[in-house]
């Protein structure tokens, strides 16, 4: 299976600071990384497709990069709603793995 | 706007079944393929199963292949999972997910039903 390593696993951060989360992959992934964010006591919601494309309604302080194996997920200026925790997750290798998650939590 | 909502979850001891449901509105059910997901307490999610818009194309994680059954019936808009010999570790919240498009890209999630296995 294709292991999906994201660090850092927490950070602490202000608002209005840029925030950046990467996410390796155990093997080749290509482009099909997505990513998404989970507050407490909801259900995931995906931010970012195919490495670097926002899904509607979504802020573009949110872009992703990355191709292959490293991909990161950036903030470019934080805002008290982006407090929660990001998951990247492959779709290009069977089964479709997630990362552990990265906790953004206010410092 | 697409909306899933699950049922059937709740307290069962090791070796029960469950069978879980997810009614789907606000999009047509038949086009598109949905996903069991799951989980645990402090842990990122796990996917566990698709149903393509054929009822017949389905995959499965290694892990739950022989226990779950993933389901559909697209004449009542609903997908469905069978779990049979539960484990203490099949404990978590389970989501129904929709693809967005041929990639497994989950637009969409139900607001979760919570399976506890324990004695």
């Known amino acids: 299976d294709t292991q999906m390593t994201q660090s850092p696993s927490s950070l602490s951060a202000s608002v209005g600071d840029r925030v950046t989360i990467t996410c390796r992959a155990s093997q080749t992934v290509n482009k099909y990384v997505n990513w998404y964010q989970q507050k407490p006591g909801e259900a995931p919601k995906v931010l970012i497709h195919t490495t670097s494309n926002l899904l509607s309604g979504v802020p573009s302080r949110f872009s992703g990069s990355g191709f292959g194996t490293d991909f990161t997920l950036t903030i470019s200026s934080l805002q008290p709603e982006d407090f929660a925790t990001y998951y990247c997750?492959?779709?290009?290798?069977?089964?479709?793995?997630f990362g552990g998650g990265t906790e953004v939590e206010i410092k | 706007e697409a909306q899933l909502v699950e049922s059937g979850g709740g307290l069962v001891q090791p070796g029960g079944s469950l069978r879980l449901s997810c009614a789907a509105s606000g999009f047509t059910f038949s086009a598109f393929s949905m996903s069991w997901v799951r989980q645990a307490p402090g842990k990122g999610p796990e996917w566990l199963a698709t149903?393509?818009?054929?009822?017949?194309?389905?995959q499965y994680v290694d892990f739950v292949k022989g226990r779950f059954t993933i389901s559909r019936d697209n004449a009542k808009n609903s997908l469905y999972l069978q779990m049979d010999s539960l484990r203490v570790e099949d404990t978590a919240v389970y989501y129904c997910?929709?693809?967005?498009?041929?990639?497994?890209?989950?637009?969409?999630w139900g607001q979760g039903t919570l399976v506890t296995v324990s004695s």
């Open positions: 997750q492959q779709s290009y290798n069977h089964p479709i793995t």
């Open positions: 997910t929709k693809w967005m498009g041929a990639q497994s890209i989950l637009d969409c």
């Open positions: 149903t393509k818009q054929g009822e017949n194309d389905i």
